[in-house]
């Protein structure tokens, strides 16, 4: 499958595509704790970079195989999203947005130190498993996974955390348990997306997840429209593809993509698909032209 | 055999007593009402029955159990429901799903059962469905199934809060000022169904509430708080002419 696509499809765009892939699963780990239970993480590349290193280092040190590795770095970044999320999820709002922009810049700092992972210098001979059919085929199962929980009972509670925590509790909602629980299932697919991130570059550096990361996963996932799954699919893909498609301006690539945020923050405040929902669009489509959402 | 009984509970917040020395026993399917001015420490107590305070003195007892101290999701699942003095409804939910968040602490499947769709959650979400449609159908608001509860006018916000609090299959259901910001007529229609829940689900209600024709009307105790303190308890007639209730609502010398 993969070397069909390799011939059939120019290289750049394949290598764009697996990207959109691999940036959708970290944005749809980032929706389920800023987006769905309204719970504002800015470290989310702090996740990524635990399963990047940790899936790299089975791979290259014990020989393990791919999909092993990757079980691996994924169940690594959600034991120290458990850990982190105990302490940290007593917090609200700005401060818990502190807390994880912190523990991000530790576990960063950490992989500067780190000697299996090469320090500064950065850790390469990771083998390439990573293609294209494989990171679609994981998109497509968290997708389906991501759709059951979020209409599940536990997914619900995740909503209502977010709209309302108060009112929450009084529903026998245990609140703290059901933030962290959110917190763990968002970096594990943080770690997911690290490790096939690791294996499809062959070469990582702590400086690739930094607090920039971080922001851009966000930026996708506000933008989008927070707590949708089609949302945060469409945010990755635009704020994915904008900075290429923006080459021909070249230098001025980045001013752009600023001007082009800001404006569709203005017009969706909530996001692209923040509030949208199937029905609304039914019961729109039924009014024939009549006022939408 | 007292559903709720609270024993010279207090509660201080720095220096100030909110809630001073105040003891209660809520009987089995009544409706009691908790009245008094601005700050008297309503509120409060309800915040105190459904654990968001511990109290600083004094025990609580449920249904014979000590239920001072718990968490409020715990007390939440032990079958008391509440609704909220400034309505705290998931906006962005669904009617449909707000009410089976309510219906979160008397179900069961969990994490694994929504994320793998195992045959138990989906039978327990069908009765989930099922249940808060017909207790939407109980206010009229099964046809705004799927409006976020956001866009729901005002009255029909206070209905779906209720309807909430409802789907938990409460015993003791806590109503703080279910009638604020409503018009006469629709006072009247909101007391005809806080009796009929009462009698058709087997429920005590405690309501706090400002408008007195209401508490005098649906109550069949009523119980007086000022500064903390419960000054007057009795039936209807009695606190209306109670001297410290007067003197309470109305100042000295009237």
């Known amino acids: 499958m993969d070397a069909f696509l390799n011939q059939t499809i120019d290289a750049y765009y394949l290598r764009i595509m697996i990207i959109i892939g691999i940036n959708i699963i970290l944005a749809l780990g980032l929706n389920l704790i800023t987006g769905v239970t309204g719970q504002l993480s800015m470290g989310h590349a702090g996740f990524m970079s635990l399963g990047a290193y940790a899936s790299a280092i089975l791979s290259i040190q014990l020989d393990a195989p791919f999909a092993l590795a990757l079980l691996g770095g994924a169940l690594v970044a959600a034991f120290f999203g458990f850990l982190i999320g105990i302490p940290t999820l007593r917090l609200e709002g700005d401060y818990l947005a502190m807390v994880t922009i912190g523990f991000a810049e530790i576990i960063r700092v950490f992989f500067l130190n780190f000697g299996p992972g090469g320090k500064a210098v950065g850790l390469s001979g990771i083998p390439q498993n990573t293609g294209f059919t494989v990171v679609w085929l994981l998109v497509l199962v968290v997708i389906i996974l991501n759709r059951q929980l979020l209409?599940?009972?536990?997914?619900?509670?995740?909503?209502?955390?977010?709209?309302?925590?108060?009112?929450?509790?009084?529903?026998?909602?245990?609140?703290?348990?059901?933030?962290?629980?959110?917190?763990?299932?968002?970096?594990l697919l943080g770690g997911l997306g690290g490790g096939l991130y690791s294996h499809y570059m062959y070469y990582i550096n702590?400086?690739?997840?930094?607090?920039?990361?971080?922001?851009?996963?966000?930026n996708m996932v506000v933008l989008g429209g927070m707590g949708s799954i089609p949302g945060t699919i469409i945010g990755v893909v635009l704020l994915t593809s904008l900075p290429e498609m923006l080459r021909i301006v070249d230098e001025y690539r980045l001013l752009f993509y600023g001007a082009l945020l800001v404006i569709l923050m203005i017009f969706r405040p909530n996001g692209l698909l923040g509030d949208v929902r199937i029905y609304d669009i039914k019961k729109w489509w039924g009014k024939k032209g009549g006022r939408g959402t | 055999m007292n559903i709720l009984e609270m024993t010279k509970i207090s509660e201080e917040f720095g220096g100030l007593r909110a809630v001073d020395n105040v003891s209660l026993s809520v009987l089995p399917r009544?409706?009691?009402?908790?009245?008094?001015?601005?700050?008297?420490?309503?509120?409060?107590?309800?915040?105190?029955?459904?654990?968001?305070?511990?109290?600083?003195?004094?025990?609580?007892?449920?249904?014979?159990?000590?239920?001072?101290?718990?968490?409020?999701?715990?007390i939440a699942r032990l079958g008391i429901a509440r609704t909220f003095q400034n309505i705290r409804l998931f906006g962005k939910l669904s009617v449909l799903d707000n009410v089976r968040v309510g219906r979160y602490g008397v179900t069961r499947s969990g994490f694994w059962s929504g994320l793998l769709r195992l045959p138990g959650g989906r039978r327990e979400e069908k009765e989930t469905e099922l249940r808060a449609i017909e207790l939407l159908e109980l206010v009229g608001l099964a046809d705004k199934r799927h409006e976020y509860a956001q866009y729901l006018a005002y009255g029909e916000q206070r209905r779906l809060e209720i309807v909430r609090a409802l789907a938990l299959d409460p015993s003791l259901l806590l109503l703080d000022e279910p009638g604020a910001g409503m018009n006469a007529g629709e006072k009247e229609e909101l007391m005809a169904f806080v009796r009929s829940i009462r009698d058709q689900l087997e429920l005590t209600i405690i309501l706090v509430e400002h408008d007195m024709n209401l508490v005098m009307n649906i109550c069949e105790r009523i119980a007086v708080l000022n500064y903390g303190r419960k000054i007057a308890e009795g039936t209807p007639a009695q606190v209306k002419n109670d001297e410290q209730v007067i003197q309470s609502y109305l100042g000295a010398g009237v």
Do not use: W
């Open chain 1, 151 to 187: 209409t599940s009972r536990v997914g619900r509670s995740f909503y209502a955390i977010r709209e309302n925590e108060i009112a929450a509790e009084s529903c026998g909602i245990n609140t703290t348990r059901v933030k962290v629980l959110a917190f763990t299932v968002g970096s």
């Open chain 1, 206 to 218: 702590p400086q690739d997840f930094g607090f920039m990361k971080s922001i851009e996963l966000l």
């Open chain 2, 30 to 74: 009544e409706i009691l009402g908790i009245i008094g001015p601005n700050g008297a420490g309503k509120t409060t107590l309800f915040n105190i029955i459904t654990g968001i305070y511990v109290p600083t003195e004094g025990q609580l007892l449920f249904k014979e159990r000590r239920i001072d101290g718990l968490a409020p999701h715990d």
